[in-house]
Structures are given as structure tokens and as C-alpha cells.
């Protein structure tokens, strides 16, 4: 099963995907104002063309865990998200930290920060439930 990850941003969507086996997230290039027609058509074409099963979503909560803005407009992006994709899950996953450990790798092959984010959260969404899906035994 092949898993994408978004860390989304109302300007960029950083962008990860796993191999079929679920052992590997690499960041692949962001998709630029997700939330436009435009934004949302260019990730059900990647959802296409990479068989893609499985959206994680980074759901940015608060230090404590709440809700925040940014919080309340990623879940609305989830909810247009799922319309556009027709049937394809999308989970929300907690990326508290993802950044913070993206800018600590560095740019691998020139990835950017957003896409090294979603890989992070990636990683951590396979190592937590990608067992439940089948994946990473």
C-alpha cells in the first residue's frame, strides 16, 4: 500500500510518499495553494499516478494538544480534501515536532523543509499504524 503524507500550508503542501511496502517515506516536491482547485486537481493526479491508497494529514495541534486556527483550517482542507479525492482515506495524524526535526536533518537532495516535514510525519504514521493497514510487518 502506498501511503502519502501532507504537511499542509495554505501556500505550499510539503509532500511525502511511502514505497509499497511501507518502509521507506521520501519527500517528493511540495504542491503549491492546496486548498485552490488547482491546488487540490494536482494532488489527485499525484494520488493517481503514484497508487496512492492513503492520505496521512499532519493535524497541527497545540503544544497542549488543542485546537488551534491552523488546526480548524487543516481540518476544513481535510474535509474538501476527501471530496476531491472520491473514496481515497484521509487520516489526520498529529505532526507536533515534525518540523522542528526537518530542519535538523537538512535538505536531503534538495527537499524541501515542508516535504521533509511531511516525511517525518510519514515515518511516524507508518511506524504507529502501519500495521493496521497491512504494511511494514
Known sequence: MRVLA??????RCGCALSDPTGTL???IEPVLRPATKAGLRALGELVRTQNVERVVLGLPLSLSGGDS?????TRRFADRL???LGGIPVDLFDERFTTAIAQRTGAEGGSSEDSRAAAVLLDD????????????A
Not at 6 to 11: E, I, K, Q, R, T
Not at 125 to 136: K, Q, S, V
Open 6 to 11: 501532507l504537511d499542509y500550508g495554505s501556500a
Open 69 to 73: 486556527d491552523q488546526t480548524l483550517e
Open 125 to 136: 504514521w507508518l511506524a504507529r499504524h502501519g500495521h493496521e493497514h497491512g504494511i511494514r
Open 25 to 27: 517515506a521520501s519527500p
Open 82 to 84: 476527501r471530496s476531491a
